[in-house]
């Protein structure tokens, strides 16, 4: 279960952080042209961004 947990976390934060720089372009930019900026980036999609959790009965 907590494989299975943490991978549905981590394709959370990978669609959300993807969703975010096709909203801003000009984001991914400033990504790409400097890299130290990336774990501020990740770091503020999960403030931002979070995930959402369905909870369902066993």
Known sequence: MLIVGAMDTTSGLMTSAMLHLTERPELLERLRADMSLVPRFVDEVLRSR?????????
């Open 50 to 58: 979070p995930r959402r959790t369905r909870w369902r009965a066993p």
